[in-house]
C-alpha cells in the first residue's frame, strides 16, 4: 500500500512541476506576443495557490490508496511460504 502511494505521489509531483514548466513557458511566449503587439510593461506571470497544491497532493494519495488496497489484501491472503517457493 505505501508502495502505491508513493508511486502516485512522485507520479503526481513530476505532473505537477511539469504543469508548471508548461505555464512558465506558455507565459513567455504571451509576453513575447504582447511585446511584438506595442504592448510595453504587460507581464504574464504564472501563479499557483497553495490549496492548489495541497489538494493535488491529497487527490494522490487518495488515488494511491484506491488502487493499492486490492493488491494488498491480495498478497496478505497469500500464504508467506507458498509465495515465496515461486520467486
Known amino acids: 500500500l505505501l508502495e502505491s502511494v508513493a508511486v502516485c505521489l512522485v507520479g503526481g509531483i513530476i505532473g505537477f512541476a511539469l504543469g508548471f514548466l508548461i505555464a512558465w513557458g506558455l507565459a513567455a511566449i504571451g509576453a513575447f506576443s504582447l511585446s511584438a503587439l506595442g504592448t510595453q ?5 504564472p501563479v499557483v495557490a497553495a490549496d492548489t497544491v ?3 497532493i491529497g487527490i ?3 488515488i494511491g ?4 488496497i486490492g493488491p494488498a489484501r491480495r498478497a496478505a ?7 515465496l517457493r515461486f520467486q
Open 41 to 45: 510593461g504587460m507581464a504574464i506571470k
Open 54 to 56: 495541497i489538494m493535488s
Open 60 to 62: 494522490c494519495v487518495v
Open 65 to 68: 490508496i484506491v488502487f493499492g
Open 77 to 83: 491472503k497469500l500464504d508467506p511460504v507458498e509465495s
